[in-house]
């Protein structure tokens, strides 16, 4: 019996001897595994970190609003006249140009549309005042009145500014500035409305049969005429020595209080050795697209060029330049279909 028990005993030693490896190797294949998961939960957690902080840097950034703004057609656009073409490949949608002396029309495109002629109002506005023999070195105040609020245009002339007649003039002619162009019109004897009368007169008296003014600026798209008409209003107005020199000017300058204010014309063809012009007024409201006219000399020929609703920033010059290299290179200047 007793050498029975010690066999037992013995057994059980080999036993437990043997399942020790077994849990040793169990024990340590269950630690990589609990390091493994840990290290995996905890990278998830670094990377969802790592989300919530990008989430938060995008959304700290401040985003920036585009608005698109889409450019009004002109007038003569809505009306077609974009798509009509001619043999000089004129980008203005109205062309006109006639020889001053023997009225010979040598160019024309559309020149009968009726079309919104911007800042080209001044001209007539220009040629009223000087018809009306007011004193040019009369000062006139600019008040909240002149302020454009039909375009909402900025201007240098601040309310209260003092000028003579004369000054608003020649800046409203060379620069276009509407400011010293309404101030004129409203300053006149009997008030704004009756200069706008007078305006509308001297068309009619021009036979200019499809004009019309509503204000002396041309800031609206109600002031209207034809290149044919403005045809007229240019070779009248040419004959005014103060118009031919007030619009022709390259630059001028005003003092105004403790300011000196520099102006420039907004035709640069008035600096270009190559153009001999005698009088010239440009124009723009997006009704209107660009326009130009003048009274220029080109090959020993006085000629009246109009343009009206030009697309481009530029292309009413460009245009005017076609016009002189062709009448230049055809000296007897043919009629174009």
Not at 150 to 164: A, I, P
Request: charged share 25%; net charge positive; aromatic share 4%.
């Amino acid at each position: 019996m007793k050498q029975l028990a010690r066999l037992l005993v013995l057994f059980s030693v080999c036993v437990a001897f043997l399942a020790l490896p077994v849990q040793a190797a169990s024990s340590k294949s269950k630690t990589p595994v609990a390091k493994s998961v840990k290290q995996t939960s905890a990278v998830r957690r670094v990377t969802a970190v790592k989300r919530v902080t990008s989430k938060k840097a995008v959304a700290a950034i401040p985003r920036k609003r585009v608005t698109v703004v889409f450019a009004r057609p002109s007038y003569g656009e809505m009306a077609g006249l974009h798509s009509m073409s001619d043999a000089l490949d004129l980008k203005s949608s109205v062309a006109y140009v006639i020889d001053q002396d023997t009225r010979e029309v040598l160019l024309r495109k559309n020149d009968m549309a009726v079309l919104p002629i911007a800042s080209l109002t001044k001209l007539m506005t220009g040629l009223v005042i000087n018809e009306s023999n007011l004193p040019m070195d009369e000062m006139i105040a600019i008040t909240q009145d002149d302020v454009d609020t039909e375009k909402g245009s900025s201007s240098r002339l601040r309310v209260g500014t003092v000028l003579s007649r004369a000054e608003l003039m020649h800046l409203a002619l060379m620069s276009s500035e509407n400011r010293a162009a309404h101030a004129l019109g409203r300053s006149f004897p009997g008030g704004l409305d009756v200069f706008v009368a007078r305006m509308n007169a001297k068309a009619r008296e021009l036979q200019m049969k499809d004009t019309r003014y509503v204000e002396p600026t041309g800031l609206s798209s109600k002031n209207q005429s034809s290149a044919q008409d403005l045809a007229k209003l240019v070779n009248v107005a040419h004959s005014d020595a103060n118009l031919r020199e007030l619009s022709t000017s390259p630059n001028h300058e005003v003092s105004v209080g403790d300011r000196t204010l520099q102006y420039r014309n907004t035709n640069r063809l008035v600096n270009n050795p190559r153009w001999e012009i005698g009088l010239q007024k440009t124009g723009y409201i997006a009704e209107a697209g660009r326009c130009l006219v003048m009274q220029t000399t080109v090959a020993g020929r006085n000629l009246i060029m109009v343009f009206l609703d030009s697309a481009g920033k530029l292309s009413r010059l460009g245009d005017a330049e076609r016009v002189r290299d062709w009448v230049e290179t055809v000296a007897s200047a043919p009629k174009l279909r």
